[in-house]
């Protein structure tokens, strides 16, 4: 977890976290402000929490060392707004089976919580088209991913980091969607992107695919194109049906085997 400020969803996103029905794990915490570090240094009696205060940086520098920090054979990225249901990482975990090379992530859906506490379950839920912190990523890929471009979260890119990233680790390996919905996210906090900032991202996310060098600059424009529209598209409570893009989510989903 990375903090930039505090906001009144921390205490829910951390508690989400120590109440997993899997309880082996080490929670890092990466922040750069006081008010969150005292909270949690107060509040937070768990020795599987670790605090590591961090100078203000843009979120792919922080999230590298947190990266590096990182000691077991699987990673997951939770946001100091949301929250885990009770079963995300025993439900993600049993799809690799005991093997973390199995794949290179497993992707879980993702609910939508309004400010009335209404609760959307997302629609049309892929790989190709998760967010990036409703998945628990394989620690070895992740090993080779740094190792074959020498960073994991790339500095070139501000607003297409986390979609770059899952570019990146999706051409690594396999990756599979577990059908569940196991992730919260709040649309009512300052962490919601509105629809100019998400086509930006993709704007930018079509740079990153050129100027990695993509062996498949279509499918991967596409890619853009879809993690864009479906976070922006479920915030706003629409469906792939509702859009008549049935038979376009088809069309990509077979894209998924040729593109690993």
Same mark, same amino acid.
Request: charged letters at 25%.
């Given at each position: 977890?990375?903090?930039?400020?505090?906001?009144?969803?921390?205490?829910?996103?951390?508690?989400?976290? =120590?109440?997993?029905?899997?309880?082996?794990?080490?929670?890092?915490?990466?922040?750069?402000?006081?008010?969150?570090?005292?909270?949690?240094?107060?509040?937070?009696?768990?020795?599987?929490?670790?605090?590591?205060?961090?100078?203000?940086?843009?979120?792919?520098?922080?999230?590298?060392? =947190?990266?590096?920090?990182?000691?077991?054979?699987?990673?997951?990225?939770?946001?100091?707004?949301?929250? $885990?249901?009770?079963?995300?990482?025993? @439900?993600?975990?049993?799809?690799?089976?005991?093997? %973390?090379?199995?794949?290179?992530?497993?992707?879980?859906?993702?609910?939508?919580?309004?400010?009335?506490?209404?609760?959307?379950?997302?629609?049309?839920?892929?790989?190709?088209?998760?967010?990036?912190?409703?998945?628990?990523?394989?620690?070895? $890929?992740?090993?080779? =991913?740094?190792?074959?471009?020498?960073?994991?979260?790339?500095?070139?890119?501000?607003?297409?980091?986390? @979609?770059?990233?899952?570019?990146?680790?999706?051409?690594?390996?396999?990756?599979?969607?577990?059908?569940?919905?196991?992730?919260?996210?709040?649309?009512?906090?300052?962490?919601?992107?509105?629809?100019?900032?998400?086509?930006?991202?993709?704007?930018?996310?079509?740079?990153?695919?050129?100027?990695?060098?993509?062996?498949? %600059?279509? @499918?991967?424009?596409?890619?853009?194109?879809?993690?864009?529209?479906?976070?922006?598209?479920?915030?706003?409570?629409?469906?792939?049906?509702?859009?008549?893009?049935?038979?376009?989510?088809?069309?990509?989903?077979?894209?998924?085997?040729?593109?690993?």
């Amino acid at each position: 977890m990375s903090v930039y400020k505090w906001r009144n969803g921390l205490p829910g996103a951390v508690r989400s976290v =120590l109440q997993q029905t899997h309880s082996d794990f080490e929670f890092l915490i990466g922040t750069t402000d006081p008010m969150t570090e005292q909270y949690l240094g107060e509040t937070v009696q768990d020795d599987r929490v670790s605090i590591r205060r961090m100078p203000v940086t843009k979120l792919y520098e922080r999230m590298n060392v =947190l990266f590096g920090m990182a000691r077991g054979d699987y990673i997951a990225i939770i946001h100091d707004d949301d929250y $885990y249901l009770p079963t995300f990482l025993e @439900t993600l975990l049993t799809e690799f089976r005991g093997d %973390p090379m199995r794949y290179a992530f497993v992707s879980s859906g993702f609910i939508r919580e309004d400010k009335d506490g209404t609760l959307a379950p997302s629609k049309g839920t892929h790989p190709l088209a998760t967010l990036h912190h409703s998945v628990l990523y394989s620690r070895p $890929y992740i090993d080779l =991913l740094r190792k074959r471009d020498g960073h994991v979260w790339d500095e070139r890119w501000e607003m297409a980091s986390e @979609t770059d990233f899952m570019h990146r680790i999706s051409s690594m390996g396999p990756s599979k969607h577990c059908g569940q919905w196991l992730y919260v996210y709040r649309t009512y906090t300052s962490a919601y992107s509105p629809f100019y900032r998400r086509f930006q991202n993709f704007i930018e996310g079509i740079e990153v695919a050129k100027k990695n060098g993509f062996r498949w %600059p279509y @499918t991967v424009l596409v890619r853009n194109f879809i993690f864009m529209f479906m976070q922006t598209a479920h915030y706003a409570g629409i469906s792939w049906k509702g859009l008549g893009l049935e038979k376009v989510r088809a069309h990509i989903e077979r894209w998924d085997v040729s593109y690993k």
